[in-house]
């Protein structure tokens, strides 16, 4: 292991929020309270599609106890421009309509009206009182349908972006992608073994446990406030200043903590409407969404139709690789086609590929960014294609895999070449691992995926400040989801040579520290962590500084070491070393207080790999899946804390296991979703997994001090192909359709036992 | 929203009576389905009549080998009765499969049987089983066969200002033995997609007494005669099972929804009905 020669990075304390967590003291969104304030609640379309021809709120507005009522009416309009938004782009046309529906209601769930009262109660009763005047129209939902000619149409407005030469034909496909390398028609002439397959998923939810929940004050000199449970309170920042066109230095969003966003959490939907009926009612507005609304109308992820085609010679090598990918990107355009086009083959060196890809609109709630997005998708019909043509050369499915493997020096179909990279080493230690190892149980079977994403660097702002004792405050502006205060407290430690307990990492609000972009993109501990390793780093020349005018030398004669500043040299005097508390106490005489500031635009993201192994047992039956065995591998970079890597990657199996097995956004005739509650929104819970084993496998990334890769992301690429996989084994049954739920795979099994019989 | 009012008597005939006078109350056990349906709104209560502090309601007791479990007691205490697990092992687990550990500590038979939905996990267990339940209203005490309790999904056959007041499983030969499974697609906090309860007797090697009784697969929870007959007589052999998995399927009359195909849930039916039949079969041998 790299980090054999750290003292505090990879080891294991307690996170510097636990017990405040474990103790029920922790505030997430809807712990927040101000006096006076007025319960918020959204109006939802009952209708998948629908113009809007008239909202009268005059009974609403008349009811007593009801302060305020919003429509669209009170939300400027927005021009067709794109920003960035987590790991997607949003276009702010698009994301007002989404906020608060204007001509169209376009799902079941669409807000169309708002209203702030005293009580819940009455809320509920005035959005009873609002009355919308629908005219219901022809509504689609799934991606093939809202391709075809004559599918009723989202938006009028809308053109394929991308398409030579352009079409002026109104349609439901926003954008074709297109990434070509090599060609694909001359590798497919030299393979020896073709596989062909059409594959579909389904829509899944982020499935966070904490519901959106915001509370807004505007006051009378136009200052506001917010506080909100999200990935990215500046993000919230930015996007409440575009839609309702006030200042960013007016609005003041302070991160509470969260209870899970997985992407989902990187852009706006209550706080825009909260503080617009604060404005409207002079008093703070609190809102939570029920569970329900969360699934309606917060993002999930896509569910796509795909197709690949690979193509390999006999000793192994993938020769070409095809595929196209739609995906529902919900009502308005921007879908993560982008990236699953990208994340398609990336695993893998292959000289000829092309990929074509669709972003579709349909009657779903716009999705919303979902850990890797795209990825899974992509991986669950590509790594299912390589699995087929593993069986058809009769190759293990590793060895495959490392026939093929991408390094150093790639050149990937979508542009970039590989820095230094972990696929091999991965993929060997997973084929060194205690479970491959270990020969298949008599009635399991098993199955293996790979699995890729870039992770991200982008924006980060941190401060670092000496208090008059010698102990440290370590500033930042990033929501802590996935243990990010412990990994960047371990972080300044280890820079700064001082003992973890001694540095307290606190998450500053939109007007405390500068410029953040979202927790997402598996960033934080990455680019976060290089600022407050930078301003750690600044800290360190200001104490450098402070010693040297003690000891009347020149800065550059002091070094510092292991949390002291020494004379660089016996040259330089003798000098007893000062301790970072000896230099805080003399602070004042010195120059005064004692802080470091970094701000960067953070390059050089290492991607990361996965490898996983699954085993399991299905009962013939009844099609129900026993997950009984799993191991996820993983480049991870320099694991900081490796216990919250491994929970990144147990999380992000557990999820795809949902994805794989039970997991999808189910819709009635006429367009509403029946299923908007975790009863019938099957996640699993914890007796559904085993244990789940990891590897962590450190290839350190050399664009960060310490070596980080991000780690959040890549661990749901591989499951849902991982366990199609073993069931293909268990069965002989492939299937091409996510879920595999009980109901579809015993079908698929009844279908597969006359041919069985006759065999 | 309107004031609620609870009232928490200490006897069964001061509950008859609260509930008979007052329109619009319900009677609470462990709550966690009426309370789950108050917050959904898809009901709003004015009273609230708690029967948990009643002792004949909560209390199990054992006569002359019959069990009179109270019907607001909650499965914790069902599941830790241990002469009540070993005749009645089927039902425990039914019981004792409703919802998880926190739920337990709430949950009564007389709630799942009383909300009368036809994918309540013990209700099958209990019809199998040749339960009855002792209602008492304010015109006196009756006895109902539990399989007769609902009429449809959410609808009772109890009379207005009725209380469920206790569930009785009967004596039992030696030689008996019960069980319940249920399908979910996951292995807890689930909702069966397909019940089945078998109590079944066997003298002689071969099945002298059977009950079958199905969940989730019609509007009420329904008792399988044509399944018991196709048992009874038998020594459990294929042939057997094959044609009461058969009887299972035929009066199976579900729907197509977010939770299964009516295909699917049909062919569960005779799946979960040889391995109920097995596992209760296993159970009568060794008692
Ligand atoms: C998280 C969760 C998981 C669950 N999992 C399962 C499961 O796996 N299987 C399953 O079957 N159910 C499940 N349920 C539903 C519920 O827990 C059961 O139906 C339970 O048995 C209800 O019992 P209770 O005592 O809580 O009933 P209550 O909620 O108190 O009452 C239910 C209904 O019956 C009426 N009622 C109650 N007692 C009487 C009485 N003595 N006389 C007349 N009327 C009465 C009430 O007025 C109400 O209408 C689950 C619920 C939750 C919240």
Redesign the pocket.
């Known amino acids: 292991m790299s980090s054999q020669h750290y003292k505090w990075i990879g080891t294991r304390p307690n996170r510097p929020d636990g017990a405040d967590k474990v103790t029920g003291r922790a505030r997430f969104g809807a712990d927040f309270n101000m006096p006076g304030q007025l319960v918020g609640k959204v109006l939802r379309s009952p209708h998948a599609h629908a113009r809007i021809k008239s909202i009268d709120t005059s009974k609403a507005e008349a009811l007593h106890g009801v302060k305020a009522v919003v429509t669209a009416k009170d939300f400027p309009e927005q021009p067709n421009q794109i920003v960035p938004a987590g790991e997607m782009q949003a276009n702010l046309r698009d994301v007002t309509r989404n906020v608060m529906a204007r001509e169209k209601a376009l799902y079941d769930g669409h807000a169309v009206a708002a209203v702030a009262a005293t009580t819940s109660e009455i809320a509920s009763e005035a959005l009873a009182l609002i009355k919308v005047d629908y005219e219901v129209l022809p509504h689609v939902i799934d991606v093939d349908d809202a391709m075809k000619d004559g599918a009723p149409i989202l938006h009028d407005h809308l053109r394929t972006d991308g398409l030579t030469p352009p079409s002026d034909k109104p349609t439901n496909i926003a954008k074709r992608l297109e990434f070509v390398k090599g060609d694909i028609a001359a590798g497919l002439a030299k393979a020896d073994v073709v596989i062909e397959r059409e594959y579909k998923t389904a829509a899944v939810h982020q499935g966070y446990i904490e519901p959106h929940a915001t509370l807004a004050s505007a006051t009378e000199d136009g200052q506001v406030q917010v506080w909100s449970t999200t990935q990215g309170h500046f993000q919230v920042r930015g996007f409440c200043s575009r839609l309702l066109n006030i200042e960013t230095s007016q609005i003041r969003v302070t991160a509470t903590e969260i209870g899970g966003g997985f992407g989902g959490k990187t852009v706006v939907y209550l706080e825009p409407v909260a503080i617009r009926l604060s404005q409207k009612s002079g008093k703070p507005v609190k809102m939570v969404m029920e569970r329900s609304e969360v699934f309606r109308a917060s993002g999930p992820t896509s569910g796509g139709t795909l197709r690949v085609k690979i193509g390999a010679t006999r000793d192994g090598r993938i020769v070409a690789a095809d595929t196209t990918i739609a995906l529902q990107s919900g009502a308005f355009p921007g879908s993560p086609v982008g990236p699953a086009c990208m994340c398609s083959f990336a695993c893998y060196d292959i000289d000829n590929i092309k990929v074509i890809g669709f972003d579709v609109v349909s009657n779903r709630p716009k999705v919303a960014a979902y850990r890797a997005p795209g990825a899974p998708i992509a991986a669950w019909a590509v790594e299912s294609t390589i699995d087929l043509v593993a069986e058809a050369l009769r190759m293990d499915p590793i060895d495959l895999r490392l026939k093929n493997a991408a390094r150093k020096g790639t050149k990937t179909h979508y542009g970039p070449t590989f820095n230094t990279i972990g696929m091999v080493e991965t993929l060997e230690a997973a084929k060194n691992s205690p479970h491959y190892k270990t020969p298949v149980k008599p009635g399991h079977a098993r199955g293996v995926a790979a699995g890729f994403w870039f992770n991200v660097g982008a924006d980060s702002s941190a401060a670092a400040h000496v208090g008059e004792d010698g102990t440290v405050t370590v500033i930042s502006g990033n929501p802590d989801i996935g243990g990010s205060r412990a990994s960047l407290a371990l972080m300044a430690a280890e820079t700064l040579g001082v003992d973890y307990d001694k540095v307290r990492p606190v998450i500053a609000d939109t007007s405390s520290i500068g410029f953040n972009f979202v927790t997402g993109g598996s960033r934080v501990t990455f680019a976060t962590g290089l600022a407050v390793v930078n301003a750690v780093r600044d800290m360190i020349e200001n104490l450098k500084g402070r010693a040297a005018k003690i000891w009347e030398v020149e800065p550059d004669a002091v070094i510092w070491e292991n949390g002291y500043a020494k004379p660089a040299s016996s040259n330089v005097g003798k000098f007893e070393p000062l301790s970072l508390a000896q230099l805080a106490a003399q602070a004042g005489k010195t120059g005064g207080p004692i802080n470091g500031h970094a701000q960067l635009n953070a390059q050089g993201a290492g991607p990361g790999f996965g490898v996983h192994i699954v085993d399991l047992s299905v009962d013939r039956d009844t099609g129900i899946v026993t997950v009984e065995r799993y191991t996820a591998a993983q480049d991870v970079g320099t694991a900081i804390h490796p216990s919250y890597v491994e929970g990144q990657l147990q999380g992000g199996v557990a999820q795809g296991v949902g994805w794989a097995l039970n997991e999808e956004y189910i819709y009635d005739a006429k367009g509403r979703l029946q299923n908007a509650g975790f009863l019938d929104y099957r996640m699993p819970v914890a007796s559904d997994l085993p244990m789940i084993e990891t590897v962590l496998v450190e290839v350190p990334n050399p664009s960060h001090p310490y070596g980080v890769r991000g780690v959040g992301e890549v661990p749901i690429v591989p499951p849902m192909a991982a366990i199609g996989n073993a069931i293909a084994r268990a069965t002989e049954v492939r299937m091409l359709d996510l879920p595999m739920s009980p109901p579809r795979l015993s079908a698929a099994l009844d279908a597969m036992a006359p041919k069985r019989a006759a065999e | 929203m309107a004031d609620i009012r609870y009232s928490a008597p200490s006897t069964i005939d001061e509950a008859v009576r609260l509930f008979a006078a007052s329109g619009g109350a319900?009677?609470?056990?462990?709550?966690?389905?009426?309370?789950?349906?108050m917050r959904s709104g898809a009901?709003s209560p004015g009273h609230i009549i708690d029967?948990k502090r009643i002792a004949e309601?909560t209390s199990i007791a054992e006569q002359n080998g019959s069990f009179r479990i109270g019907?607001?007691a909650s499965?914790a205490v069902i599941g830790e009765h241990a002469a009540l697990r070993k005749v009645w092992p089927g039902v425990v687990e039914a019981i004792n499969?409703?919802?998880?550990k926190q739920?337990q500590g709430?949950?009564?038979?007389?709630?799942?049987l009383?909300?009368a939905?036809p994918?309540?996990?013990?209700v099958p267990a209990m019809v199998a089983a040749g339960a009855t339940v002792t209602l008492q209203g304010p015109g006196g005490r009756r006895e109902l066969p539990v399989e007769q309790l609902a009429s449809g999904p959410g609808r009772t056959t109890?009379a207005p200002g009725?209380?469920?007041?206790a569930i009785t499983l009967p004596a039992r030969p030696k030689g008996s033995g019960d069980a319940y499974l249920r399908l979910i697609p996951r292995t807890e906090?689930?909702?069966?997609v397909v019940g089945c309860g078998v109590s079944l007797t066997i003298a002689n090697g071969a099945c002298t007494t059977a009950r079958v009784s199905l969940g989730a697969v019609a509007p009420t929870v329904l008792l399988v005669d044509g399944a018991a007959k196709a048992l009874i007589g038998s020594k459990l052999d294929e042939a057997a099972l094959e044609a009461a998995a058969a009887a299972c399927r035929a009066v199976c009359k579900p729907i197509d929804d977010k939770r299964g195909t009516i295909a699917y849930r049909t062919k569960i039916a005779g799946v979960l009905l040889k391995r109920a039949t097995a596992i209760a079969a296993e159970r009568a041998r060794s008692h």
């Open positions: 319900k009677i609470l056990a462990g709550g966690t389905d009426l309370l789950v349906q009901v029967v309601m019907a607001a499965a499969l409703i919802g998880s739920v709430r949950a009564s038979a007389g709630g799942n009383c909300n939905s994918a309540a996990d013990s109890l009725e209380i469920a007041v906090m689930d909702i069966a």
